[in-house]
């Protein structure tokens, strides 16, 4: 079970990862803050760790500085490529995914046969706070999500952003990192132009059934015998 320490150490670590992004990425508190639609004095508590951003600002703000959103959970060294300037609305976008999560917190929760005052006293977090954050009326401070994220078993990358532009923007980060990891010979293979129709029927086989794929394989072997 969280307690408030628990969620004020997440948050104190959370800030010092954010201000560690923002320095490599040679940009100031306000140009961030602008970034994720807030004002300079809230962003500067969320790097003091006495307050703390919600999922969709740690998504903008990952996007905005160009930093997989990865390095915000502690799991991935800091590899800044230069900042970038989100081209999206931060005010709707933050509108729009705080009540997505209240959602996907909602479903979890009744997923796992809980009332909110059970999840209330397995996460630490006030059952009228979750009902907030269900229903959307306030964004789900990163600390809070991760709490709730640990006591009903799911990941955090459950509620992140999968259909957005930064949900895309994260999805091709994490196929660049996924290549940098695969075998320098398979990289040069992937990368070989001459090698795509060997790529796209490796993934035809793939889609397919296993029935079907059976039969080709006993197809193959009488060829062969």
Same mark, same amino acid.
């Given at each position: 079970?969280?307690n408030?320490?628990? $969620?004020?150490?997440?948050?104190r670590k959370?800030g010092?990862?954010i201000?560690e992004?923002?320095?490599?990425a040679?940009?100031s508190?306000?140009?961030?803050?602008?970034a994720v639609s807030?004002?300079?004095?809230?962003?500067l508590r969320?790097?003091?760790?006495d307050a703390s951003p919600?999922?969709?600002?740690?998504e903008l703000l990952?996007?905005?500085l160009?930093t997989?959103?990865?390095?915000?959970w502690?799991t991935?060294?800091l590899?800044?490529?230069?900042?970038?300037?989100?081209?999206?609305?931060?005010q709707?976008?933050?509108?729009?995914?705080?009540r997505?999560?209240?959602?996907?917190v909602?479903k979890?929760r009744l997923d796992?046969?809980?009332s909110q005052e059970a999840?209330s006293?397995?996460?630490?977090?006030?059952?009228?706070e979750?009902?907030?954050?269900e229903?959307?009326?306030?964004?789900v401070?990163?600390p809070?999500?991760?709490?709730?994220?640990?006591?009903?078993?799911?990941s955090?990358r459950?509620?992140?952003?999968?259909r957005?532009?930064i949900g895309a923007?994260?999805?091709?980060?994490?196929?660049?990192?996924?290549?940098?990891?695969?075998?320098?010979?398979l990289q040069?293979? $992937?990368?070989r132009?001459?090698n795509?129709p060997?790529?796209?029927?490796?993934?035809?086989l793939?889609?397919?059934?296993?029935?079907?794929l059976?039969l080709?394989?006993?197809?193959?072997?009488?060829?062969?015998l």
């Open positions: 079970m969280d408030p320490v628990s $969620i004020e150490n997440r948050a959370l010092e990862l201000q992004a923002r320095v490599a040679g940009k508190a306000q140009e961030c803050a602008q807030t004002v300079e004095e809230v962003f969320y790097e003091a760790g919600s999922l969709p600002e740690v990952a996007y905005y160009q997989p959103i990865e390095y915000f502690g991935e060294a590899k800044p490529e230069g900042a970038l300037r989100a081209d999206v609305n931060p709707l976008l933050l509108g729009l995914r705080s997505m999560i209240g959602v996907l909602r979890a796992n046969e809980l999840l006293l397995k996460a630490g977090i006030p059952a009228a979750i009902q907030a954050y229903l959307g009326e306030v964004p401070p990163m809070a999500l991760e709490a709730l994220a640990a006591a009903l078993g799911y955090l459950y509620f992140q952003d999968q957005g532009p923007w994260m999805a091709e980060q994490r196929a660049v990192q996924d290549f940098k990891k695969l075998p320098i010979e040069t293979f $992937i990368s132009p001459v795509r060997y790529l796209e029927m490796a993934q035809r793939s889609e397919m059934p296993v029935d079907r059976r080709i394989a006993e197809g193959l072997l009488e060829i062969t």
